[in-house]
């Protein structure tokens, strides 16, 4: 047994605890919050091996910056003055070529495809109950344009052994009666399932308490005490926390904290933003409106509404504009279908830590012997929590990994 410190309570924090847990490992979590929200509460809750495409694709440049002064566009750049920010997007445009989309599509297909597998066997393990539901993602569009985009990736997605369809205008609104008339047609990816993150957060914290993890909330990392190439303790302002393996999963905050450590893992926060709807939408499946990048999830007592990415630094404002461009989606999308003051209100954000390459950093550091990395996830941390806390589970325990590692070299940067 090994004393397991992680810092970091999101959803790789607490898979990760759970995998070790279940090894036989005595597991601390320290976090700066108390794991009540963020990134891993209010995603989409998608489970997607549908997005085999990492951010980083050729013309996201290029989109960016038709962007960058239209704070309500889906993808909004917000220009500041910030080097550590200058040399991730240097990163970015350097990975945002056909060779390495090309490499990253079959690693991002595999590692959701897995998590998908385990999110399934957590959930018939019966250690703690959530909702977890496998009726598709639906990719809707209004263009001709986004049609055509649409139909290249399902192409792609069949020729990965995925199971996708394509549905004209006829076979979609048959699917999903909600949508309103000029919603052309979609593609359905019936090998995605959905969830309600904040329930699965809240019982398997909840969980791994009963199970003996210790949790240090509310309080931040502030020093970490260091031997030659082991790492003795982490402090925070009222503790200090000794372990014989630290895993680095703070998400957006991942980069400072490894900076601290001499170590380059180039992360920037991007915003999203969600809304829970209450009242009965008639919304039954999963769908991602393309034209506005806006994801909309029937989960367990309401409906969520969320999307766009923000890279505006570390902050949590709501930009009320932003908040509009998602309900203008709903509305615009759904028959009859407009939220209301208090709903739009009632938005919440959250940090996605986003990698330059679209890929996460997963493994341990060449320069600590026992720190390993696990963050970077981007849009797809809810979706491969689960593989992520495995591979950890897998490296501390130095078996063989579910997955090779190669792809999410700490160091390749």
């Not at 199970?211 to 005490?225: A, D, M, N, S, Y």
Request: proline fraction near 5%.
């Amino acid at each position: 047994m090994k004393r397991v410190a992680i810092i970091g309570g999101g959803i790789t924090g607490l898979c990760s605890a759970y995998y070790l847990v279940k090894a036989g490992h005595d597991v601390t979590i320290v976090d700066k919050g108390n794991i009540t929200d963020g990134a891993s509460f209010i995603n989409a809750g998608y489970v997607t091996p549908s997005h085999f495409v990492p951010i980083a694709e050729p013309g996201m440049i290029n989109q960016g910056i038709k962007w960058m002064f239209n704070n309500s566009s889906p993808f909004y750049i917000k220009p500041r003055w910030d080097m550590d920010f200058f040399k991730w997007s240097w990163y970015f445009k350097k990975s945002s070529t056909k060779q390495k989309v090309a490499k990253a599509i079959p690693v991002l297909k595999e590692l959701n495809e897995k998590s998908r597998d385990l999110y399934a066997e957590m959930l018939a393990s019966l250690d703690f109950d959530f909702h977890m539901e496998r009726k598709g993602l639906l990719m809707v569009y209004k263009s001709a344009k986004n049609e055509e985009h649409e139909a290249k990736l399902a192409e792609k997605g069949k020729e990965l052994g995925l199971d996708v369809s394509v549905l004209d205008k006829k076979a979609l609104h048959d699917l999903e009666p909600q949508f309103s008339e000029d919603v052309i047609g979609g593609v359905h990816y019936e090998c995605d399932a959905h969830s309600t993150p904040n329930l699965f957060m809240k019982n398997l914290k909840k969980w791994l308490e009963d199970k003996g993890v210790k949790f240090v909330l509310e309080e931040t990392v502030t020093g970490l005490e260091v031997d030659g190439k082991t790492i003795k303790a982490i402090s925070t302002e009222k503790n200090t926390i000794e372990a014989d393996e630290f895993i680095l999963a703070a998400g957006s905050w991942t980069f400072p904290l490894a900076k601290k450590l001499g170590l380059n893992i180039p992360i920037q926060p991007g915003k999203g933003y969600s809304m829970n709807i209450t009242r009965e939408t008639n919304i039954t499946l999963p769908a991602i409106l393309t034209e506005a990048k806006v994801a909309v999830t029937p989960m367990k007592g309401f409906t969520r509404f969320a999307g766009t990415m923000e890279l505006s630094g570390d902050n949590n404002t709501i930009l009320p504009n932003r908040v509009e461009a998602i309900a203008s989606a709903a509305s615009s999308f759904y028959s009859g279908f407009t939220l209301t003051s208090e709903e739009k209100q009632s938005a919440k954000s959250g940090l996605r830590p986003v990698s330059p390459d679209g890929l996460p950093f997963i493994g341990k550091s060449s320069k600590f012997n026992n720190l390993n990395v696990a963050a970077g996830h981007a849009m797809m941390g809810w979706s491969l929590g689960p593989i992520t806390g495995k591979l950890m589970s897998e490296i501390i325990d130095t078996n063989h990994t579910s997955v090779l590692l190669e792809p999410f070299d700490l160091e390749r940067f």
